[in-house]
């Protein structure tokens, strides 16, 4: 779904079906009364880590009891890598919508929801040893249902992502999807990917308050940005050392459970000291 989806944006960037913009480029765009709700209710809204993450702590909801309660999920078996969005947003009206139309949870509203009308897509190549992240920005499909295209202020793109507090997202994104970049091209995670395996890194996605209970890391100590940046390392150390285990990758560490410790320890270190 997902990967389709991005596939299809670099192919029409490509085409120039879809309209490129630079940061600097503008466009009119605003959201009046008359248009409240009507781009909550049955759409996909796909979510990574953060957004699932930033609406948990909005709530006050540990982050399992968020995700099994608002979010869904399938393995998209063509690609080996599962996705995941809000639930109800797909078959009918937002859980978070109010009456009015209005976002409940706006300040912590999902990535995705922030930046329309402008999407973003993007690549990762691999140079040798090094890796180059392809970024590309784009205005979104105009949506039927969608009237903020008919008026409104005149935004440059950095001048609405800064306002949507979407360049956080941003960051927080490109350490999610090169974690799946490096799993699906170099570790050919298709192969070897099962519905067991996704609930294995479950936790290390979507429950970041358990982890810190459980390794004794508080939110002082490692702020929220940090910690899920040792997070999709942990999930890329347990990935490679599955995959490992299968003939896919080298071990993870190159070191064994000698002085670098099991993979778990190489994973509470991680989490818990940043290594």
């Known amino acids: 779904m997902a990967f389709d989806f991005q596939q299809g944006v670099l192919a029409k960037l490509a085409s120039g079906t879809l309209e ?5 480029d503008s466009f009119a765009f605003g959201c009046g009364a008359e248009c409240m709700g009507r781009c909550c209710r049955n759409i996909t809204i796909l979510l990574e880590p953060w957004d699932v993450e930033v609406m948990a702590r909005h709530l006050g909801l540990p982050g399992q009891q968020f995700f099994f309660s608002y979010c869904a999920m399938e393995l998209d078996r063509e690609k080996g890598w599962p996705v995941f969005w809000l639930a109800h947003a797909k078959e009918g009206a937002c859980a978070f919508m109010l009456e009015d139309g209005r976002c409940s949870i706006y300040p912590a509203r999902p990535g995705n929801c922030r930046t329309y009308p402008l999407g973003r897509a993007v690549r990762y190549i691999k140079e040798g040893e090094e890796e180059r992240k392809e970024e590309r920005i784009f205005k979104v499909e105009k949506m039927a249902f969608c009237l903020g295209h008919r008026s409104g202020r005149i935004w440059t793109v950095r001048e ?7 360049l956080t997202y941003y960051r927080m994104s490109d ?5 799946v970049d490096y799993a699906m091209r170099q570790l050919n995670c298709r192969e070897w990917m099962t519905k067991q395996t996704v609930q294995v890194i479950l936790p ?9 209970g459980r390794l004794g890391v508080s939110e002082r100590e490692v702020g929220h940005e940090e910690f899920h940046r040792r997070r999709m390392e942990a999930v890329r150390l347990v990935l490679t050392d599955l995959a490992a285990g299968l003939g ?3 071990p993870a560490g190159q070191d064994g459970p000698g002085p670098g410790g099991s993979m778990m320890d190489r994973v509470r270190k991680v989490l818990a000291g940043g290594a």
């Open 204 to 212: 290390f996605l979507f429950a970041p308050d358990m982890l810190r």
């Open 248 to 250: 896919y990758a080298a």
């Open 20 to 24: 490129e913009l630079s940061f600097e």
């Open 160 to 166: 609405w992502l800064e306002d949507a507090g979407a």
């Open 175 to 179: 350490q999610y999807t090169s974690l």
